[in-house]
């Protein structure tokens, strides 16, 4: 019998060509890992205290947006909705009857907002606007406005003015 050879060339190219193929699976799993992590963690508009948060209107979708901000050092949440002729409503990302128990935030599932505190169901064409019902995203009334520049502008007023509302939230505190 003859002993089998394993030092010949194409045996090696063989090796090296499944052990790179193997290193590039791994690193591509990794690579893939890490940008869905870094996709789960939002990317925050930071206002300074005394200063607007100003949302470019060209970042607006015609979905709910969830916009995350950071004022002052506090994470806070801003729900966009822009209609079909380009009007735009805000409301903070809390639940009027929920925000103190820390999920009182909101999530967009089957074109509804849920709140995720007690699961109350809200019409995204009714953000902005006061309600009877408690458990309703917490209007701003410092209504969005446009600039010169294409800007949705919250002001600083307005933000001032629901800090309070975020003083348990958890939404991206994982």
């Given at each position: 019998?003859?002993?089998?050879?394993?030092?010949?060339?194409?045996?090696?190219?063989?090796?090296?060509?499944?052990?790179?193929?193997?290193?590039?699976?791994?690193?591509?799993?990794?690579?893939?890992?890490?940008?869905?992590?870094?996709?789960?963690?939002?990317?925050?508009?930071?206002?300074?205290?005394?200063?607007?948060?100003?949302?470019?209107?060209?970042?607006?979708?015609?979905?709910?947006?969830?916009?995350?901000?950071?004022?002052?050092?506090?994470?806070?949440?801003?729900?966009?909705?822009?209609?079909?002729?380009?009007?735009?409503?805000?409301?903070?990302?809390?639940?009027?009857?929920?925000?103190?128990?820390?999920?009182?935030?909101?999530?967009y599932e089957d074109d509804a907002l849920v709140?995720?505190?007690?699961?109350?169901?809200?019409?995204?064409?009714?953000?902005?606007?006061?309600?009877?019902?408690?458990?309703?995203?917490?209007?701003?009334?410092?209504?969005?406005?446009?600039?010169?520049?294409?800007?949705?502008?919250?002001?600083?007023?307005?933000?001032?003015?629901?800090?309070?509302?975020?003083?348990?939230?958890?939404?991206?505190?994982?």
């Open positions: 019998m003859k002993k089998k050879q394993t030092s010949s060339p194409v045996y090696f190219a063989v090796s090296a060509a499944a052990i790179l193929l193997t290193i590039g699976v791994i690193a591509g799993s990794i690579y893939t890992i890490i940008k869905r992590n870094e996709a789960a963690k939002p990317h925050f508009i930071e206002v300074a205290k005394g200063m607007n948060l100003d949302i470019p209107f060209s970042d607006l979708t015609s979905e709910v947006n969830f916009i995350p901000v950071k004022y002052d050092g506090t994470d806070m949440g801003v729900i966009a909705v822009k209609d079909d002729i380009g009007n735009v409503s805000t409301a903070f990302d809390v639940c009027q009857g929920c925000h103190d128990k820390g999920d009182g935030y909101y999530k709140c995720q505190a007690c699961g109350d169901i809200f019409e995204p064409a009714d953000v902005g606007k006061n309600s009877s019902n408690e458990c309703a995203p917490y209007p701003i009334h410092d209504i969005a406005r446009f600039d010169n520049n294409g800007m949705v502008i919250i002001s600083v007023d307005a933000l001032e003015d629901g800090l309070w509302l975020f003083d348990n939230w958890n939404k991206y505190d994982d």
